[in-house]
């Protein structure tokens, strides 16, 4: 049911799906709800000292949310400007805008190796396709943190299944980077 929900938001339109250029989707648009965040953010272990990257961030919630609740610094990457432009206008409005950056880009593209957490709303072929970059360029030590998809057979490190403020389970995965490639 959910492959069917994403494959009609992505029929829909560009405003409802992270676009790239050719017409290919990382991920149809879908909000990662407020209490999921925290619980990706918990389960990441977040800190201060911690710069969160949000590959295809959307409105900004993620990274907003590290800085406001944990002080950590935030990297947001989309490749919708409408989105982009969302997010530097949420992460005004909760004043922490000083602790985040977003950048118009396709997140296949993106250097990530300033990141010590890497958090993803995406479809799980979109997950493969990033999983090579991450894997070169995180330092070991760092986390990834996915909502609801895997990486292959990259095994996670651990596996929470949370049910959210409707009821609904949702699985997060968590891996750490240990230096080894996975293409």
Not at 6 to 27: E, M, T, Y
Not at 128 to 151: D, K
Request: glycine share 10%; proline share 5%.
């Amino acid at each position: 049911m959910r492959r069917l929900a994403a494959c009609i938001l992505f029929v829909l339109g560009p405003d409802l799906g992270a676009q790239r250029p050719g017409g290919n989707s990382l991920a149809p648009y879908v909000a990662t709800p407020e209490d999921i965040v925290e619980k990706m953010l918990e389960f990441a272990k977040v800190g201060p000292t911690d710069v969160v990257y949000d590959l295809g961030c959307g409105d900004g919630r993620i990274v907003i949310t590290a800085a406001r609740k944990y002080g950590a610094h935030g990297v947001g990457v989309d490749i919708d400007p409408k989105r982009i432009a969302e997010s530097r206008a949420n992460a005004r409005n909760a004043g922490v805008d000083s602790l985040v950056t977003f950048f118009l880009q396709d997140a296949l593209t993106v250097d990530v190796s300033p990141a010590t957490v890497v958090t993803l709303y995406l479809v799980a072929t979109s997950n493969l396709r990033l999983r090579p970059t991450l894997t070169r360029q995180l330092m070991p030590g760092a986390r990834i943190v996915s909502h609801n998809f895997g990486m292959g057979n990259w095994e996670p490190n651990q596996v929470l299944n949370v049910k959210d403020a409707r009821g609904m389970t949702r699985t997060l995965y968590l891996w750490i980077a240990d230096g080894k490639v996975r293409d």
